[in-house]
């Protein structure tokens, strides 16, 4: 499987920013994706996953400001960032997990300006 993200930038507080992650390969296999991100300094850390039936999770910091949402016809999963904190800024990975393995996409940079 591999994983194409994008939808990354520059915005300002307060703005949005929509992630897209387009899988190809053997995606039958998947059973979830999501998106993580790591800050420079800090590690890796969970923002959000959703499961093959569209139950996502989130963490605490972005409850009720990003969320996340899969099209299977795409095989795509997407992640929508509405006010945005100078501290989101992160370069955001995409993940894909299956039964014995997972695999990551390249990462795209997402930085807010206050």
């Known amino acids: 499987v591999q994983l194409v993200e994008s939808g990354g930038g520059l915005v300002q507080a307060g703005g949005s920013l929509r992630l897209s992650c387009a899988a190809s390969?053997?995606?039958?296999?998947?059973?979830?994706m999501g998106w993580y991100r790591q800050a420079p300094g800090k590690q890796r850390e969970l923002v959000a996953n959703?499961?093959?039936?569209?139950?996502?999770n989130y963490a605490d910091s972005v409850k009720g400001r990003f969320t996340i949402s899969r099209v299977n016809a795409k095989n795509t999963v997407y992640l929508q960032m509405n006010s945005l904190k100078p501290e989101d800024t992160a370069v955001y990975y995409c993940k894909a997990s299956a039964v014995g393995w997972f695999t990551w996409g390249q990462g795209t940079q997402v930085t807010v300006s206050s």
């Open positions: 959703i499961n093959n039936g569209a139950i996502a």
């Open positions: 390969g053997s995606i039958f296999s998947i059973n979830g």
